[in-house]
């Protein structure tokens, strides 16, 4: 993002400065990430509510940029927002319910198999 802010500018319809915070904040946040990943060894709670925190409230900024940017950027600007407000949304609230020890739902091929069949 941050080598082709101008050009998603263009195509998005926003200034080129966003894009780069947009992208400055990515590269921020996968490194923060990756740190704390690093440094997680038994009990990784603590870091996993922290990036699950973080990317909560990334989502609401991404909604809280559609709103600003509504009149302004251009259906994919706008879609941008949006998918990344839901994406990084859906997977925080999922880490902090994994974090919190909370159930998470299976995925459908381990809810049923041929074993639970009588």
Known sequence: MILLRYWLAEL?????GLMLT?????LAYASFSFILWLLSRQDH???????AAANILWAIVCLV????????ASFL???HFVGEALIVGGMGLLEWR???HQSVP???SEVSSDRDIP
């Not at 709670?45 to 990036?51: D, F, K």
């Not at 940029?65 to 302004?72: C, D, K, P, Y």
Request: cysteine-free; hydrophobic content about 55%; proline content about 9%.
């Open 65 to 72: 940029m559609f709103f600003v940017w509504w009149g302004t």
């Open 45 to 51: 709670v603590p870091g996993l509510q922290i990036i």
């Open 12 to 16: 998005y319809h926003l200034p080129a």
């Open 77 to 79: 600007g706008a879609g």
């Open 98 to 100: 994994v974090a919190n």
């Open 106 to 108: 299976s995925l459908p």
């Open 22 to 26: 947009f992208g400055m904040v990515n």
